[in-house]
């Protein structure tokens, strides 16, 4: 076992996908973690995963000269931009009385922040936010509660992301092994571990369980070791109460369309190594790639680039979205599972249907009861 205080850090990094996407990697940051009464440990934690998203757009404004008024340009040609500001005022009529009396500005020491009550607004100020929060003032920490069988937290299906890992602290020989031996105890016992937790600072306690993790070998060799996984999980408020329909007994089927079923399914299923999410970038974050390297090699034009005119075609050839999946699974797929694919349409015909004219009115969510 892989308990003899090894630091895994590097390894970890080296086989997390988030790396090769050229995602930003994560603040990582000393935790306390207090696996007993009395028994508190450093430790280090960090994301492990984390949606990857396409930035945002920077507004900036164009800096123009003072005499002929046109954009100024830089010794390359470049259009001189500056950064945007955005202030918010707010107004209210000088003489509510008197119609068209003029407004006036709300001074900053005249305004509050408020939480709608059914039709009221009650006034909340800084201080009372910061009561709130001193509640529940505490340094980033993880706290073991208990343990929970492994079984029963998949199958509620509860899991909310991101996920974090939890490994042994940087300068403690002594924590690393005992996060080590703690991962190898929970897996052999099949169970994980119910924790109380604190992102950051004085921030708001969360729940979550702790996973054990192995990465590369388990020899203590140096190849691999064991970590901790950390997932959060709901309280009762984050929870949305759904109540299905009962299916009418018309609607169940008989043995002929449990059949087509079955089988449609059966055709469709992957091999285990033929397909890993963690091997497909996303299509959204190519395409963005492929567009910001399209028009750094082939910049706009002056007159283009001012008058924000660009033809939709030269965007589409800039992107250039390739599909999900580039593995040729889904065609390979539809070629093995074509019969079945014939036999389930045979069984559950299509129809076409015209819609109403308020497309509003025909859709339905989970709990309407209809």
């Known amino acids: 076992m892989a308990a003899n205080g090894q630091d895994i850090s590097a390894l970890l990094e080296t086989n997390d996908p988030r790396n090769n996407e050229g995602m930003t990697k994560s603040i990582r940051g000393k935790c306390e973690f207090r696996i007993a009464p009395n028994i ?7 994301k492990y995963v984390d949606a990857a998203t396409i930035p945002y757009l920077k507004r900036e404004a164009y800096v123009l000269d003072s005499t002929t008024g046109l954009p100024q340009r830089d010794g390359l040609g470049e259009l001189i931009t500056c950064g945007v500001d955005r202030n918010t005022t707010h107004w209210i009529e000088e003489d509510p009385d008197v119609p068209n009396e003029g407004l006036l500005e709300v001074p900053l020491d005249s305004r509050t922040d408020a939480y709608r009550f059914g039709s009221d607004l009650i006034p909340v100020g800084k201080m009372d936010m910061l009561g709130i929060k001193a509640a529940f003032a505490s340094p980033r920490s993880i706290e073991m509660i208990g ?9 509620s299906g509860l899991c909310m992301g991101p996920a974090y890992v939890v490994l042994g602290g940087k300068e403690s020989k002594k924590s690393r092994g005992a996060i080590a031996a703690l991962s190898l105890a929970m897996e052999e016992k099949g169970v994980w571990g119910f924790c109380r937790f604190v992102k950051s600072v004085n921030g708001d306690p969360c729940i979550g369980v702790l996973i054990p993790k192995l990465v590369g070998s388990d020899g203590g060799n140096g190849e691999g070791g064991r970590f901790l996984a950390l997932l959060q999980l709901p309280f009762a408020d984050d929870i949305s109460h759904i109540s299905t329909p009962a299916v009418p007994a018309e609607n169940w089927g008989d043995d002929k369309e449990a059949k087509a079923c079955d089988s449609l399914v059966e055709s469709m299923m992957l091999e285990d190594d033929e397909l890993d999410s963690t091997t497909i970038s996303s299509p959204s974050i190519q395409a963005y790639r492929r567009m910001i390297t399209h028009f750094a090699m082939d910049p706009l034009t002056g007159e283009v680039e001012l008058n924000g005119d ?5 965007i589409l050839m800039a992107s250039h979205a390739s599909p999900l999946c580039e593995f040729g699974v889904v065609k390979s797929l539809s070629m093995k599972a074509s019969n079945q694919i014939n ?3 045979e069984t559950f015909p299509r129809e076409k249907i015209a819609l109403d004219g308020d497309k509003k009115e025909n859709k339905k969510h989970w709990g309407d009861g209809k």
């Open 343 to 345: 036999a389930f349409l």
């Open 147 to 155: 343990y929970i069988s492994k079984r029963d937290v998949i199958s």
């Open 40 to 46: 508190t440990l450093p430790v280090i934690l960090s």
């Open 310 to 314: 660009l033809p939709e075609e030269k």
